[in-house]
C-alpha cells in the first residue's frame, strides 16, 4: 500500500493529541533517518554573569561581554539575572503539568490559528516542513496587546506563567511566550526536537530544565548549550541581526530528541510590536561607503508573516537582502 504523507499528517493533526499522544497510544518506526552530528568536545557557550552590574565598572564589563558573544557566537547564557529560582523551578513545572493533563482538557484550544493568543499545537509548520518535530508547544502571543486576563491562560499554568512573564526582562513589547514539551522518543536517532533553525525575533530569551539536548551551531560544529541551574540562554534573533547590519548574529540552533523526558523549555520572543508601521532596517548609524546595508526595509509583520509561511529549517534572512 502506498504511503500517503498528506493523510498521515492530517490524520495526526485531527487527534489534537500532540506527540506526547503518539506516546500514549504506541508510535511505529518512523521512517525519518537524518545524520545527526554530535559536537566535539572542548566548546563552550559563553556565560554572563550579571551580578553586581550595577557597582563601578561592571556594567561595562558586561556590556563588552555581550557584545563579544552577539558577534561570534550569537548566543550566551546569563546568570545571577535576578529572577527568583523559585520562579523558574514552578514555571518549568507548570508547563510540564499542562502537557500531561487531561488531553481533552488541551484539544479544547488547539488550533492553527495564529490569531488565537493562548493556544496548543504540535509542530506549526506540519504542512510545509519535509519531516515532523518530537514536540507539542503551548503559545502565549502578546505581539498585538501586552494584557492579557488571567482566565485566559490555562488553569493548570495560570499562576506560575502570570508571575514568570511578570519577572521575565522587560526589554519592550511584543512578546511572545512558546512553551515546548519533548517527549521521550522511543528512537532519538531517527528524529529531532526541533530542526535547526534560527529566530525570528530581535532577542530570544530561554528557559531550560536540566535534560539537555539543545544545540548551537558554531565554526560548522554543534556545540551543546550546557543547562546551568538557575542560568537563562540568550541568543540574537534575525531582526536584530538585520538592524545590526550582519554585526551581531543570528545562528542556526536545533534541539536533539532524547529517550530519556520529558524535555521542558520556555522560549520568550522579542519581535516588537505585530501591527505597528514603524519600518525597521540596518540602523543608519553603522552604514557607511564602506559599510553599506545589506538588508531593505520592513515591517515586523512582514518578517514575521514570512516565517510563518515556511518550514522551521528555512531562513527568512535572505528575503531582505539587498
Known sequence: MDYDRE??????????????????????????????????????????????????????????????????????????????????????????MFHEQDPEVKKAIYTRDRIKRVRFESNYDLYRSRSANWRDTLTISMLVSDHLEPDEFPTSCRATTIEYIKNAIECGRGRTFVCHYYPTCPEPELTLGASKHSDPAFLTVLLQDQLGGLQVMHQNQWVDVQPIHGGLVVNIGDLLQIISNDKFRSVDHRVLANNVGPRISVASFFKGVFGTPKLYGPIKELITEENPPLYRDFLVSDYIGKFMSRALDESGLDHFKL
Open 7 to 96: 493523510k498521515e499528517l492530517k490524520a495526526f493533526d485531527d487527534s489534537k493529541a500532540g506527540v506526547k499522544g503518539l506516546i500514549d497510544a504506541g508510535v511505529d518506526k518512523d521512517e525519518l533517518a537524518e545524520e545527526l552530528n554530535r559536537c566535539q568536545a572542548g566548546l563552550q557557550v559563553p556565560i554572563i554573569n550579571l551580578s553586581g552590574i550595577e557597582i563601578g565598572n561592571r556594567r561595562e564589563e558586561v556590556v563588552h561581554q555581550v557584545r563579544a558573544a552577539s558577534e561570534k557566537w550569537g548566543f550566551f547564557q546569563v546568570v545571577n539575572h535576578g529572577i527568583p529560582q523559585s520562579v523558574l523551578d514552578e514555571m518549568i513545572d507548570g508547563i510540564r
